[in-house]
């Protein structure tokens, strides 16, 4: 059976959205509901299949490929340092999503610190990950990721906002229109990444579509894969 979720149900839940403004989820197209233990993400308007939480098969899928292939082709874990001489041990995911580059980092055996600022999909993840005990790696937290700047020094960072046209890999799939949607453009990226820039960070990874402009002057090279693109600025 499921179960719809009214806005007062997760603020119960979920008592670190209170000072949220009301309405964000009862005013919204999308939906979230349980059933059994899990929690689904459903929007009305895009008649797509609702999302439904997968990490563990995500991140059996990352751990199986890296160790058989290993680490350093990957263009994700290349940006952010992993071939250095000191890589991380620690990533900002500043832009979670729906997860899948926190997994991947996960998998790669980074420690991860993932944050969301959309109230609907931050429950939609949250909820469920009260039943993920197989990320004990993950640190996830709610809120805009420049409220959090004081932590970012000597850090590293990475950056994936939504655009109208980028991130296909990730989120051309049908079932995520619910998920694109919901999210709309981060129209203040350009903005964000400035204080990002700011904040003292080791490294900041943006990630953008092959062809998007780069976003700031400072940037010191790239790692490009087929249609993406990870604009990586150091300090
Ligand atoms: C393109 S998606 C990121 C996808 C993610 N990398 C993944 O693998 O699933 C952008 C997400 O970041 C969130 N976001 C955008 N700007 C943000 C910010 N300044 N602070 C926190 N979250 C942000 C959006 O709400 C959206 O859920």
């Known amino acids: 059976m499921k179960t719809y979720l009214k806005e007062s149900d997760i ?3 979920l008592p670190e959205l209170a000072p949220v403004a009301a309405g964000w989820l009862d005013q919204s197209d999308s939906r979230i509901y349980q059933q059994q233990n899990a929690f689904y993400l459903e929007s009305e308007l895009t008649g797509s299949k609702p999302l439904a939480f997968q990490f563990e098969a995500e991140l059996n899928f990352w751990q199986g490929q890296l160790k058989q292939f290993g680490k ?3 263009p994700l874990l290349k940006a952010l ?3 250095g001489a000191h890589p991380p041990k620690h990533i900002y995911d500043l832009t979670a999503g729906m997860l899948k580059d926190s997994i991947l980092c996960l998998a790669a055996g980074f420690k991860v610190t993932a944050c969301e600022r959309n109230p609907i999909v931050y429950s939609f993840i949250q909820l469920n990950l009260k039943n993920a005990a197989y990320l004990p790696d993950l640190h996830y937290q709610f809120g805009h ?3 959090y700047l004081a932590d970012y020094a000597d ?3 990475y ?3 939504m ?3 980028a991130n296909k890999s990730a989120y051309s799939k049908k079932n995520m229109q619910v998920f694109k949607g919901l999210v709309g453009a981060d129209a203040d990226a350009q903005d964000v990444l400035s204080q990002l820039l700011a904040s003292g960070a080791k490294r900041v990874v943006v990630k953008r579509a092959d062809k998007a402009p780069v976003m700031a002057g400072q940037l010191h090279h790239q790692i490009k ?4 693109r990870f604009d990586v600025y150091l300090s």
């Open 11 to 13: 603020l119960l839940l």
């Open 155 to 157: 850090q590293y960072l």
């Open 163 to 165: 655009f109208e046209i």
């Open 145 to 147: 990721c420049v409220d």
């Open 81 to 83: 340092g992993i071939t």
């Open 225 to 228: 894969s087929k249609t993406l």
């Open 72 to 74: 350093k082709d990957v």
């Open 159 to 161: 950056f994936d906002p």
